[in-house]
Protein backbone atom coordinates (compact mmCIF):
# COMPACT_ATOMS: atom_id res chain seq x y z
CA UNK A 1 0.00 0.00 0.00
CA UNK A 2 0.84 3.40 -0.18
CA UNK A 3 3.41 5.22 2.59
CA UNK A 4 3.56 8.33 3.90
CA UNK A 5 5.75 9.70 5.83
CA UNK A 6 6.13 12.75 7.96
CA UNK A 7 8.54 15.08 8.99
CA UNK A 8 9.82 16.15 11.60
CA UNK A 9 8.38 13.90 14.14
CA UNK A 10 8.38 16.08 17.13
CA UNK A 11 9.08 20.12 16.93
CA UNK A 12 8.95 22.46 19.51
CA UNK A 13 9.07 26.31 18.68
CA UNK A 14 9.24 29.80 20.70
CA UNK A 15 5.85 31.61 20.69
CA UNK A 16 5.81 34.04 17.16
CA UNK A 17 8.50 31.88 14.95
CA UNK A 18 7.38 29.84 11.70
CA UNK A 19 7.68 26.27 11.03
CA UNK A 20 7.03 23.95 7.91
CA UNK A 21 5.96 20.09 7.81
CA UNK A 22 6.85 18.20 5.28
CA UNK A 23 4.43 14.92 4.21
CA UNK A 24 5.92 12.52 1.75
CA UNK A 25 3.50 9.78 -0.38
CA UNK A 26 4.74 7.13 -2.22
CA UNK A 27 2.26 6.69 -5.23
CA UNK A 28 -0.03 8.98 -6.74
CA UNK A 29 -3.47 10.54 -4.50
CA UNK A 30 -6.46 12.08 -5.34
CA UNK A 31 -7.01 13.63 -2.34
CA UNK A 32 -4.47 14.86 0.48
CA UNK A 33 -5.52 16.45 3.90
CA UNK A 34 -4.11 17.99 6.43
CA UNK A 35 -5.60 18.08 10.30
CA UNK A 36 -4.69 19.22 13.52
CA UNK A 37 -5.10 17.13 16.64
CA UNK A 38 -6.28 18.87 19.38
CA UNK A 39 -5.51 17.90 22.92
CA UNK A 40 -8.73 16.33 23.22
CA UNK A 41 -8.35 14.31 20.42
CA UNK A 42 -10.59 16.42 17.50
CA UNK A 43 -9.20 16.20 14.36
CA UNK A 44 -10.18 19.00 13.36
CA UNK A 45 -9.66 19.97 9.21
CA UNK A 46 -6.42 22.86 7.71
CA UNK A 47 -6.41 22.00 4.42
CA UNK A 48 -8.05 19.64 1.45
CA UNK A 49 -5.59 20.57 -1.13
CA UNK A 50 -4.98 17.41 -4.09
CA UNK A 51 -2.80 19.98 -5.63
CA UNK A 52 -1.85 23.85 -5.73
CA UNK A 53 -1.10 26.08 -2.89
CA UNK A 54 -4.02 27.42 -0.33
CA UNK A 55 -3.71 30.14 2.85
CA UNK A 56 -6.41 30.05 5.55
CA UNK A 57 -4.88 32.62 8.21
CA UNK A 58 -1.72 32.31 9.74
CA UNK A 59 -1.24 28.72 8.02
CA UNK A 60 -0.83 27.65 4.65
CA UNK A 61 -0.10 24.21 2.41
CA UNK A 62 1.08 23.50 -1.12
CA UNK A 63 1.23 19.88 -2.56
CA UNK A 64 2.96 18.88 -5.73
CA UNK A 65 1.33 16.12 -6.66
CA UNK A 66 4.07 15.46 -9.46
CA UNK A 67 6.61 14.77 -6.45
CA UNK A 68 4.99 13.15 -4.50
CA UNK A 69 4.62 15.72 -1.47
CA UNK A 70 3.14 18.22 0.47
CA UNK A 71 4.43 21.17 3.07
CA UNK A 72 2.35 23.16 5.92
CA UNK A 73 3.34 26.42 6.46
CA UNK A 74 2.31 27.87 10.14
CA UNK A 75 3.32 31.70 10.59
CA UNK A 76 4.03 33.35 14.13
CA UNK A 77 3.68 30.55 15.89
CA UNK A 78 1.21 30.79 18.91
CA UNK A 79 0.72 28.00 22.13
CA UNK A 80 -2.66 27.25 20.48
CA UNK A 81 -1.47 25.60 17.61
CA UNK A 82 -0.12 22.76 19.94
CA UNK A 83 -0.81 19.51 19.37
CA UNK A 84 -0.13 16.75 16.22
CA UNK A 85 -0.62 17.91 12.64
CA UNK A 86 -2.01 14.83 10.64
CA UNK A 87 -1.35 14.53 6.68
CA UNK A 88 -3.80 12.01 5.09
CA UNK A 89 -4.24 10.71 1.55
CA UNK A 90 -6.59 9.00 -0.39
CA UNK A 91 -4.94 6.71 -3.32
CA UNK A 92 -6.23 6.48 -6.68
CA UNK A 93 -8.78 3.97 -6.54
CA UNK A 94 -9.00 3.78 -3.06
CA UNK A 95 -12.63 4.72 -2.58
CA UNK A 96 -12.34 7.69 -0.37
CA UNK A 97 -10.41 5.67 2.26
CA UNK A 98 -7.85 8.10 3.40
CA UNK A 99 -3.89 6.78 4.98
CA UNK A 100 -2.38 8.77 7.40
CA UNK A 101 1.31 9.81 8.18
CA UNK A 102 2.47 9.38 11.65
CA UNK A 103 1.94 12.72 12.30
CA UNK A 104 4.11 15.77 13.50
CA UNK A 105 3.96 16.41 17.47
CA UNK A 106 4.47 20.25 17.42
CA UNK A 107 4.55 22.52 21.53
CA UNK A 108 4.80 25.92 21.38
CA UNK A 109 6.25 27.31 24.10
CA UNK A 110 5.40 31.34 25.05
CA UNK B 1 -18.18 22.31 6.89
CA UNK B 2 -20.01 19.22 7.49
CA UNK B 3 -20.29 17.56 11.10
CA UNK B 4 -20.02 14.55 12.15
CA UNK B 5 -21.11 13.29 15.95
CA UNK B 6 -19.86 10.29 18.32
CA UNK B 7 -21.52 8.81 20.87
CA UNK B 8 -20.48 8.44 23.65
CA UNK B 9 -16.98 10.16 23.93
CA UNK B 10 -15.64 8.24 26.65
CA UNK B 11 -16.60 4.63 27.68
CA UNK B 12 -15.87 2.25 30.53
CA UNK B 13 -16.62 -1.36 30.77
CA UNK B 14 -15.72 -4.68 32.14
CA UNK B 15 -14.01 -7.60 30.48
CA UNK B 16 -16.40 -9.72 28.45
CA UNK B 17 -18.85 -7.40 28.09
CA UNK B 18 -20.12 -5.34 24.62
CA UNK B 19 -19.88 -1.36 23.81
CA UNK B 20 -21.97 0.13 21.16
CA UNK B 21 -20.21 3.45 19.10
CA UNK B 22 -22.45 5.69 17.25
CA UNK B 23 -21.54 7.77 14.23
CA UNK B 24 -23.68 10.28 13.04
CA UNK B 25 -23.54 12.77 10.35
CA UNK B 26 -25.58 15.96 11.70
CA UNK B 27 -25.86 18.26 8.13
CA UNK B 28 -25.35 15.87 5.57
CA UNK B 29 -25.73 12.14 4.51
CA UNK B 30 -23.17 9.46 4.06
CA UNK B 31 -23.10 6.16 2.37
CA UNK B 32 -19.65 5.25 3.40
CA UNK B 33 -18.13 5.80 6.76
CA UNK B 34 -14.79 5.15 8.24
CA UNK B 35 -13.66 3.47 11.44
CA UNK B 36 -10.28 3.95 13.08
CA UNK B 37 -8.61 3.13 15.97
CA UNK B 38 -6.00 5.19 17.74
CA UNK B 39 -3.58 3.81 20.16
CA UNK B 40 -1.36 6.71 22.61
CA UNK B 41 0.91 8.54 20.61
CA UNK B 42 0.32 6.73 17.51
CA UNK B 43 -1.38 7.62 14.44
CA UNK B 44 -5.27 6.89 13.24
CA UNK B 45 -5.45 3.24 11.41
CA UNK B 46 -8.16 2.38 9.81
CA UNK B 47 -10.16 -0.23 10.48
CA UNK B 48 -12.90 -0.95 8.39
CA UNK B 49 -15.49 0.92 5.68
CA UNK B 50 -19.03 1.50 6.62
CA UNK B 51 -21.82 1.26 3.42
CA UNK B 52 -24.73 1.87 3.99
CA UNK B 53 -27.36 -1.19 3.35
CA UNK B 54 -24.54 -3.51 2.79
CA UNK B 55 -21.88 -5.32 4.81
CA UNK B 56 -18.81 -3.35 6.09
CA UNK B 57 -15.61 -4.20 4.56
CA UNK B 58 -12.85 -4.73 6.95
CA UNK B 59 -9.00 -3.86 6.66
CA UNK B 60 -6.68 -6.75 7.25
CA UNK B 61 -6.04 -8.30 10.39
CA UNK B 62 -9.32 -6.81 12.26
CA UNK B 63 -11.78 -9.35 13.38
CA UNK B 64 -15.14 -8.49 11.73
CA UNK B 65 -16.48 -11.05 14.84
CA UNK B 66 -14.99 -9.03 17.37
CA UNK B 67 -15.73 -5.38 15.99
CA UNK B 68 -19.53 -5.29 14.38
CA UNK B 69 -20.54 -2.66 12.00
CA UNK B 70 -24.06 -1.55 11.14
CA UNK B 71 -24.33 1.30 8.61
CA UNK B 72 -28.15 1.00 8.98
CA UNK B 73 -29.28 4.50 7.85
CA UNK B 74 -27.42 7.87 5.51
CA UNK B 75 -26.64 9.29 8.78
CA UNK B 76 -26.08 6.69 11.08
CA UNK B 77 -22.96 4.08 11.51
CA UNK B 78 -22.80 1.95 14.47
CA UNK B 79 -19.40 -0.06 15.92
CA UNK B 80 -20.11 -2.85 18.17
CA UNK B 81 -16.99 -4.05 20.23
CA UNK B 82 -18.11 -7.05 21.13
CA UNK B 83 -16.47 -9.28 24.16
CA UNK B 84 -14.26 -6.54 25.05
CA UNK B 85 -10.79 -7.36 26.47
CA UNK B 86 -8.11 -4.51 27.78
CA UNK B 87 -6.51 -4.82 24.85
CA UNK B 88 -8.99 -3.26 23.29
CA UNK B 89 -8.99 -0.25 24.90
CA UNK B 90 -8.04 2.68 22.16
CA UNK B 91 -9.73 5.63 21.02
CA UNK B 92 -12.18 4.97 18.02
CA UNK B 93 -13.18 7.51 15.87
CA UNK B 94 -14.92 7.62 13.08
CA UNK B 95 -15.67 9.84 9.56
CA UNK B 96 -17.39 10.14 6.66
CA UNK B 97 -16.96 12.09 3.18
CA UNK B 98 -18.83 15.23 1.87
CA UNK B 99 -19.43 17.42 -0.45
CA UNK B 100 -18.70 17.13 -3.65
CA UNK B 101 -14.67 16.66 -3.43
CA UNK B 102 -15.53 14.26 -0.42
CA UNK B 103 -13.79 15.92 2.00
CA UNK B 104 -13.66 13.76 4.84
CA UNK B 105 -14.94 15.14 8.45
CA UNK B 106 -14.06 13.44 11.40
CA UNK B 107 -15.92 12.93 14.69
CA UNK B 108 -14.98 13.59 18.09
CA UNK B 109 -13.83 10.73 18.87
CA UNK B 110 -14.57 7.43 21.60
CA UNK B 111 -12.11 6.62 24.25
CA UNK B 112 -12.94 3.09 25.54
CA UNK B 113 -11.69 1.43 28.63
CA UNK B 114 -12.18 -2.06 29.58
CA UNK B 115 -10.92 -2.70 32.66
Known sequence: GIQVEQSPPDLILQEGANSTLRCN??????????????????????????SGTKQNGRLSATTVATERYSLLYISSSQTTDSGVYF?????????NMLTFGGGTRLMVKP | GAVVSQHPSWVICKSGTSVKIE?????????????????????????????????????????KDKFLINHASLTLSTLTVTSAHPEDSSFYIC???????YEQYFGPGTRLTVT
Open chain 1, 87 to 95: CAVEPVNAG
Open chain 1, 25 to 50: FSDSVNNLQWFHQNPWGQLINLFYIP
Open chain 2, 95 to 101: SAPAGGT
Open chain 2, 23 to 63: CRSLDFQATTMFWYRQFPKQSLMLMATSNEGSKATYEQGVE
